[in-house]
């Protein structure tokens, strides 16, 4: 499976825009990378995921390199609700059907400073 | 739409008992997980069903943990006998089926102390 380096916290001010890491630099084509978080307490929530192009939502942005190799998870204005681990996660798909693995790592703890 | 259903919230047991978990997924979703999640560490895959059929059961521990889904819909994780090391949030996820279900969904878990 595809792993993913992540740091293992950040900080950032409240009203400024996070940007988390991910490398995942032995992606394969056909795989997708996935971001999803857990405030404390409560289950992961997606965000946001891609291929190849850069990614917008509501929630956020994702900035995919070239070679696929890494990306970036773009909160363009942190708010304290925002504080949480975040994860990076590369799916792999199971081999002759269209179901998927997702792999947990242990992810990014941001936290939002007033 | 109403989200993942977990019960009970929060579990105390005794080392060598056996507890289980409920889940009952978002309405219409063909995909289950079950994933344990240690403190301090991300959610590991337990177990995955494609309605009544197991996708992938590797990372389960079979001596000990028993999952099923018998009408495709709702599902139970079961634990028999518990360790000290089974401690963790037990999370339930569902998913919609096809290529247009790109999210999981997850419950807010099922938290076990064995003491």
């Known amino acids: 499976d595809a792993k993913t380096t992540q740091p293992t916290s950040m900080d950032c001010a409240e009203g400024r825009a996070a940007n988390l890491p991910c490398n995942h630099s032995t992606i394969s084509g056909n795989e997708y990378v996935y971001w999803y978080r857990q405030i404390h307490s409560q289950g992961p929530q997606y965000i946001i995921h891609g291929l190849k192009n850069n990614e917008t939502n509501e929630m956020a942005s994702l900035i995919i390199t070239e070679d696929r190799k890494s990306s970036t998870l773009i909160l363009p204005h942190a708010t304290l609700r925002d504080t949480a681990v975040y994860y990076c996660?590369?799916?792999?798909?199971?081999?002759?059907?269209?179901?998927?693995?997702?792999?947990f790592g242990k992810g990014t703890l941001l936290t939002v400073n007033p | 739409e109403a989200g993942v259903a977990q019960s009970p919230r929060y579990k105390i047991i005794e080392k060598r008992q056996s507890v289980a978990f409920w889940c009952n997924p978002i309405?219409?979703?063909?995909?289950l997980y079950w994933y344990q999640q240690i403190l301090g560490q991300g959610p590991k895959l337990l177990i995955q069903f494609q309605n009544n059929g197991v996708v992938d059961d590797s990372q389960l521990p079979k001596d000990r943990f028993s999952a099923e889904r018998l009408k495709g819909v709702d599902s139970t994780l079961k634990i028999q006998p518990a360790k000290l090391e089974d401690s963790a949030v037990y999370l339930c996820?569902?998913?919609?089926?096809?290529?247009?279900?790109?999210?999981?969904?997850f419950g807010s878990g099922t938290q076990l102390s064995v003491l």
């Open positions: 309405s219409g979703h063909a995909t």
């Open positions: 996820a569902s998913r919609a089926w096809g290529s247009l279900a790109e999210k999981l969904f």
């Open positions: 996660i590369v799916r792999v798909p199971y081999s002759g059907g269209s179901n998927y693995k997702l792999t």
